[in-house]
């Protein structure tokens, strides 16, 4: 395994069991102890059991980590089972959904819409953690470390600059003051949708070419799920449906293959 400050994984790890700690400590956001084992133990349990059936060298965390603290932070539902099986579906949609040694979805977006669209008894985070600027500035700030050193931070704000573009747009064209979009922007589910999973590197174009248009198509299929169509989902929809056009993408704009480590399978 790399060394802590070789792999940004680390840094993702560290930041996301920050803000959940935060939560559980301090800021209450809604995600709950119980839902965050469950989740975490459904994700490293998978993780264990693909690592065997796949005959891999060794057993490797950090990418089921990752997806169980993201689950935890975002996903909400009543019945807590459902938190241990959308750990376990998100890990093993990475071992099983897969096309030219790169994740088809997401893990943690693939999770969330398919119990949310095949059971009707999960949803997202609405996010709302507290507008106070130096919060987002915070969370925005550990998240730019992770992504320096995992080459994506261009996503993260072709994405928010478009989302951003669009949400001001909208308000122009309404009339509405500016206070409004300012305030949808303040969305702590949008961050850690922004710099934690339309991000993924292994989910996202090669090319940074193909990754703005990736992350613009994303941010516009989002603005009209949400406001057109009035689906509170409209992220996790948007980068889930588009998610199948990456491979397309790279064999249009090939570019270096971004890897993590010597494995090929987190």
Same mark, same amino acid.
């Given at each position: 395994?790399?060394?802590?400050?070789?792999?940004?994984? !680390?840094?993702?790890?560290?930041?996301?069991?920050?803000?959940? +700690?935060?939560?559980?400590?301090?800021? =209450?956001?809604?995600?709950?102890?119980?839902?965050?084992?469950? +989740?975490?133990?459904?994700?490293?349990?998978?993780?264990?059991?693909?690592?065997?059936?796949?005959?891999?060298?060794?057993?490797?965390?950090?990418?089921?980590?990752?997806?169980?603290?993201?689950?935890?932070?975002?996903?909400?539902?009543? =019945?807590?089972?459902?938190?241990?099986?959308?750990? +376990?579906?998100?890990?093993?949609?990475?071992? *099983?959904?897969?096309?030219?040694?790169? !994740?088809?979805?997401?893990?943690?977006?693939?999770?969330?819409?398919? $119990?949310?669209?095949?059971?009707?008894?999960?949803?997202?985070?609405?996010?709302?953690?507290?507008?106070?600027?130096?919060?987002?500035? *915070? &969370?925005?700030?550990?998240?730019?470390?992770?992504?320096?050193?995992?080459?994506?931070? =261009?996503?993260?704000?072709?994405?928010?600059?478009?989302?951003?573009?669009?949400?001001?747009?909208?308000?122009?064209?309404?009339? =509405?003051?500016?206070?409004?979009?300012?305030?949808?922007?303040?969305?702590?589910? &949008?961050?850690?949708?922004?710099?934690?999973?339309?991000?993924?590197?292994?989910?996202?174009?090669? !090319?940074? $070419?193909?990754?703005?248009?990736?992350? *613009?198509?994303?941010?516009?299929?989002?603005?009209?799920?949400?406001?057109?169509?009035?689906?509170?989902?409209?992220?996790?929809?948007?980068?889930?449906?588009?998610?199948?056009?990456?491979? *397309?993408?790279?064999?249009?704009?090939?570019?270096?293959?971004?890897?993590?480590?010597?494995?090929?399978?987190?």
């Amino acid at each position: 395994m790399a060394g802590w400050g070789e792999d940004g994984r !680390h840094f993702q790890i560290a930041a996301l069991s920050g803000l959940l +700690a935060l939560n559980l400590a301090w800021v =209450d956001f809604g995600a709950g102890p119980l839902g965050a084992t469950l +989740a975490l133990g459904g994700a490293l349990g998978m993780q264990a059991l693909c690592t065997y059936l796949w005959r891999l060298p060794h057993f490797d965390p950090r990418s089921a980590l990752i997806t169980g603290l993201s689950l935890s932070l975002l996903l909400r539902t009543g =019945d807590p089972a459902l938190y241990a099986v959308a750990g +376990a579906l998100a890990i093993l949609s990475k071992f *099983v959904l897969r096309l030219d040694g790169k !994740h088809l979805w997401n893990p943690a977006t693939f999770a969330i819409v398919v $119990l949310r669209y095949g059971t009707g008894e999960v949803w997202v985070s609405p996010g709302q953690w507290g507008a106070a600027l130096w919060f987002g500035a *915070v &969370l925005v700030f550990l998240a730019v470390i992770v992504l320096q050193r995992s080459r994506r931070v =261009d996503t993260a704000f072709f994405f928010l600059g478009a989302h951003a573009a669009l949400l001001m747009a909208r308000a122009a064209w309404l009339g =509405d003051p500016w206070s409004i979009p300012l305030h949808q922007f303040q969305s702590g589910s &949008l961050l850690l949708f922004a710099f934690f999973m339309v991000t993924d590197p292994r989910t996202t174009p090669d !090319h940074r $070419l193909g990754r703005l248009a990736f992350a *613009v198509s994303v941010a516009l299929l989002a603005h009209w799920l949400a406001f057109f169509e009035q689906m509170r989902d409209a992220l996790y929809l948007a980068l889930f449906a588009l998610a199948p056009l990456v491979p *397309v993408i790279d064999r249009l704009l090939p570019a270096r293959r971004f890897i993590w480590t010597s494995s090929t399978t987190s």
